[in-house]
């Protein structure tokens, strides 16, 4: 009978199959008599069988602990989900580092800024903010890290569409150093080394490399962000855009604006974070 049912399991119908399952499972259920309504005692093989399933079943992960692999799991900077304040769920110093954040060369936007010399850069984004920006001196962070997003969104544009579908390839070392001048080694090396490996940028790079865009231009623009100068820049759609600083906890909405008769994309991000939920699959009849 064994022999049986594994051959059916093995290679029989979805209804066979079905059968064979109906019997196992009616086969745990104890056996009464006509007219007796007590309650049933389980044998010892029955007793053992469930008891298997119950130390299968206690160690299976819950549906929050699933998701909590997932979220871990997922190519987006380390958010600060104990965050009372909505400036401590990703801050500069953590997502970026310390060290490096200090190495970022700010000076020379500083002098320009200040004496009303214009800053050109290949970034709408970045063009679009570094004059106020590097002109107030209360910002001086806000500085920093717009650099340090202007050398990141460079290091995307400079690189090539690989030989793989989905991929692209980061020029040479010195190429690269030459291509971000005045971005100092240190700074090079950390944007390099965090999202790409072996000179390549695999979708799961490329995921990451945006996602810490959209959350260094909420602390750029005080979590509130209009996103069509960062979507020029990375070149991608705006359903796309919006996927990823969802990703990140912030809620996209179109906002009509009336002076310029066109709509608005604008990412908030503000407690409680809104994070995509884990999908879940509709239970087959």
Not at 68 to 74: L, R, S
Not at 131 to 151: F, G, K, P, T
Not at 186 to 204: H, T
């Amino acid at each position: 009978m064994d022999q049986r049912t594994d051959l059916g399991q093995t290679f029989g119908t979805k209804k066979a199959k079905k059968v064979i399952q109906d019997k196992v499972l009616n086969a745990i259920a104890p056996q009464r008599k006509p007219g007796d309504f007590s309650t049933p005692k389980l044998d010892d093989a029955s007793k053992a069988i469930l008891n298997s399933i119950g130390a299968v079943t206690s160690t299976m992960a819950s549906r929050e602990e699933l998701q909590a692999v997932i979220d871990e799991a997922k190519p987006v900077p380390k958010a600060n989900l104990d965050a009372e304040e909505i400036y401590d769920v990703y801050r500069p110093e953590e997502i970026i580092g310390k060290e490096i954040l200090n190495l970022v060369p700010i000076r020379e936007w500083q002098e320009k800024a200040k004496h009303g010399e214009s800053i050109q850069f290949r970034s709408r984004y970045v063009v679009s903010r570094v004059q106020a920006i590097a002109s107030n001196d209360s910002a001086e962070m806000r500085l920093r890290v717009l650099r340090y997003l202007s050398i990141v969104l460079l290091f995307y544009l400079y690189s090539k569409p690989g030989r793989q579908k989905g991929t692209r390839q980061v020029p040479p070392r010195d190429k690269l150093r030459e291509l971000l001048a005045p971005a100092p080694e240190a700074v090079i090396e950390n944007i390099r080394r965090k999202f790409s490996d072996a000179g390549q940028l695999r979708k799961f790079h490329i995921d990451l490399l945006i996602a810490h865009c959209c959350a260094l231009a909420c602390i750029v623009d005080n979590f509130e962000v209009d996103t069509q100068n960062l979507r020029d820049d990375l070149r991608i759609e705006q359903k796309m855009m919006n996927q990823y600083f969802h990703e990140i906890g912030a809620r996209v909405k179109p906002v009509k604006d009336k002076a310029e008769d066109r709509m608005l994309h604008i990412a908030k991000l503000a407690l409680p974070l809104d994070f995509p939920k884990q999908r879940q699959m509709r239970a087959r009849r």
